[in-house]
């Protein structure tokens, strides 16, 4: 499975997608957020951080151009073109420059961070998504990237269960799905 860190980026990779593209979720359209929206979306999206305040509105732009090359990784994999999945990290990764570098945070062991070539906030997430996303693909982990299967939902997840059965991007699709499956029982004739 998945390392800490990993899981960490891949779990933002997946809050950027799902808040910043537009589709359907949990059976109703989507519209991301847009203009002065923009900015406290993706700051809701990224994992807390103390010293944060706030995100620049040129920093969500940023991810929401990510979030549109993240979101067609995971149609990729989705669809079983991992070929083309790895493509279209290949180009996150040589755009973001991610490097690998050892930090260490709050006298925790050192860890493996993932940074770009400048270390803004848009530009460190970026490549941050791209290597987990990278080392998931690269890995015989590219399966638990998925698209929620609920009818009228695109919403994407990664998939840490045991034994690899996710299928709904949130209990709200599973529970929507399982419904309208007993109803369709309840309802046909015997």
């Not at 989507?30 to 994992?47: C, F, G, K, M, S």
Request: charged share 20%.
């Amino acid at each position: 499975m998945f390392d800490g860190h990993v899981l960490t980026l891949l779990d933002a990779a997946v809050s950027l997608v799902n808040a910043l593209t537009d589709g359907s979720r949990q059976g109703r359209p989507y519209t991301a957020p847009r203009d002065d929206q923009l900015p406290q979306a993706v700051h809701e999206a990224l994992p807390l951080a103390a010293d944060r305040a706030g995100v620049e509105t040129a920093h969500a732009a940023y991810l929401v151009d990510t979030a549109q090359q993240l979101r067609a990784v995971f149609d990729a994999v989705d669809d079983g073109r991992t070929g083309d999945a790895a493509e279209l990290v290949n180009v996150l990764l040589r755009s973001t420059g991610a490097r690998p570098q050892l930090d260490r945070v709050d006298d925790e062991p050192w860890q493996v961070h993932f940074h770009g070539s400048e270390d803004t906030l848009a530009l460190g997430w970026s490549a941050g998504c791209a290597t987990a996303l990278a080392l998931a693909i690269g890995s015989n982990l590219a399966g638990r990237l998925g698209v929620c299967t609920a009818p009228q939902c695109d919403r994407v997840y990664v998939d840490n269960s045991r034994n690899a059965v996710r299928h709904f991007c949130s209990n709200a699709c599973r529970s929507r799905v399982k419904a309208a499956a007993f109803r369709a029982r309840k309802n046909s004739p015997t």
